[in-house]
């Protein structure tokens, strides 16, 4: 398996990435990266890395998009940028994933270019994975297609679901639709309209109906659909709450113990990892012809790793072909 | 000044309503409230509370919405219930303000259908307080607008800095457009419009742009506006995270401790309670000519008291007064 590795995306970018694809090398004997970037500043750092074998090979790229750009205005301004010679390669098929720490908007924006879709897929969405109190929920869309329509929101139903069951190993995962109340009728027309689809598709026997805001983290769901707007947002005030009570709760317990200060702060240290981190090292952007990971801007060199291993989960799970029979299942259940 | 309140809404009424009623006569010689509800159940209770005084009397209403029931058709049902009583003494002026712990939905549809709004308000929308690391951030609408038009937003920015001005004391508060970037020209159609539409009114001095998820919580912005909708889902994540990461840290940092356990669980305890409840008790509903008062659900006495003691402070500090003012120096600023 070949694997495209946007090696100028993210904030320490990138020497993490280099020191994620090596581990990876490492780890997956299966896989071969391409590091792609400026060679001028690659091939010195591959060198001083140590890496002598020849799976991991430098392809030339001018420029990137940087984390604060407009992704539009950046990739016209520069066509041959890492992120758009990821996407080229994939186009290409001459690798069969890709995985950036880059500018989120520049990556998905880079994709939708190439309309590289999977058969059947009107939209694809970023599902990211969240930390919830019986483990892990997905959430999808976090801001791939702002704005979706019920029948993108129907189709994320599908591509969640697939995707929980085969990487997150849930033999039956709950899906839920974000929404403001749990009854049925509740919410706006495009909640509505999302909801009378879903129980028209391949989701259905999975689908447990609307959701609200709390049961992302309360166990009671395993997937939660949302149109990217809205999932955008839940997913930075997640992140920024918990943050914020990271840093409280630990100034306030740690300032009331004197002997086992200590005690406490390595188990706040740890827990905090917990909420920050998760194994799969990434998003993926579901409904590609083709596998994309998108990791966070801070990722460190495991988060590079991880994104990289869950790439190949992706492919050996054969999540893609399962997206593609259930859209095409679905398609069928509500044709005239 | 008189206040309604709802003596049957939230899941402890009406023995915490009444409670707290007691002890806001207490503190605040200058209120009357008007306990609505059963007259059945209320007389043996207030009998038993042992409160003598005559500032305090009981408005019979028949049934009352319950926290589960679908709020127009109950309201339907029960014409006489007792949110809608207390919206029909403040529509007659027989009272200046009403709080409720009731069902929410059912709070606002009442009040809707009394069309009491102030002058040249398009709609009410409700104003939230959550915790923040710099104290607190206003969020509005959590709920009373779903899908509101960038004008209804364009008032809330004015509506929200008049109150986080008035109530909580902020001179000058930054005034933030909830989006998915911060850069201008992000987001939907809904919230490009709603941009430039606060740029021309009243709350433009204070005004800092879009903000995103995060900066909710990270001291960045004082209000933070959005339609209701993406805001009630916001304010349930936040409590579901909130709630999640309570339990999951204090279960692990409590666990790696030994003699200063007890230490730590109180600290715990102590800052729950920071985080779960607000000096305000409850959530203004905006807007109305009059003043309503939403507390949440699980309201206590103490928090039912802080609404009472809210009311007072909405009508002492002349809110409405001064979002008329602004309203109208927006519409001059606007009109062609």
Not at 193 to 199: K, S
Request: aromatic share 4%.
């Amino acid at each position: 398996m070949r694997i495209a590795l946007d090696a100028m995306g993210g904030d320490f970018a990138p020497a993490v990435n280099i020191d994620g694809a090596i581990e990876a090398l490492q780890m997956l004997p299966e896989i071969e990266i391409a590091l792609v970037g400026d060679r001028t500043v690659l091939d010195p750092m591959l060198a001083r890395s140590g890496y002598s074998g020849e799976r991991l090979v430098i392809v030339h790229a001018e420029g990137h998009v940087g984390m604060d750009e407009k992704p539009t205005d950046a990739l016209r301004k520069k066509p041959d940028c890492s992120i758009a010679r990821c996407w080229k390669m994939m186009a290409g098929k001459e690798v069969d994933a890709l995985v950036s720490a880059g500018n989120t908007g520049g990556v998905v924006a880079a994709g939708l270019w190439t309309k590289l879709f999977l058969k059947d897929v009107k939209r694809p969405g970023i599902a990211v994975i969240l930390p919830a109190s019986h483990g892990k929920t997905v959430l999808m869309d976090v801001g791939a297609n702002p704005g979706a329509r019920p029948e993108h929101l129907a189709q994320y139903a599908i591509m969640g679901n697939v995707f929980a069951r085969e990487v997150l190993g849930i033999a039956s995962p709950r899906v839920g639709l974000m929404n403001i109340g749990s009854e049925d009728g509740k919410g706006n027309d495009t909640v509505r309209e999302a909801h009378q689809l879903i129980i028209a598709g391949a989701a259905r026997p999975n689908y447990i109906g609307n959701v609200e805001g709390r049961d992302v983290f309360n166990g009671s769901v395993d997937v939660v659909i949302c149109e990217g707007f809205l999932g955008n947002v839940v997913l930075k005030v997640s992140e920024g709450m918990a943050s914020m009570m990271m840093r409280t709760l630990a100034d306030t317990v740690t300032s009331a113990l004197q002997d086992e200060r200590h005690l406490a702060i390595s188990a706040f240290q740890q827990a905090g990892k917990t909420f920050e981190y998760n194994e799969v090292g990434g998003a993926p952007l579901l409904g590609i012809d083709g596998i994309c990971m998108i990791s966070h801007g801070s990722s460190d060199a495991r988060s590079i790793r991880n994104a990289l291993k869950t790439a190949v989960t992706l492919k050996d799970r054969g999540v893609n072909q399962k997206i593609t029979q259930a859209l095409g299942a679905s398609a069928e259940a509500v044709a005239p």
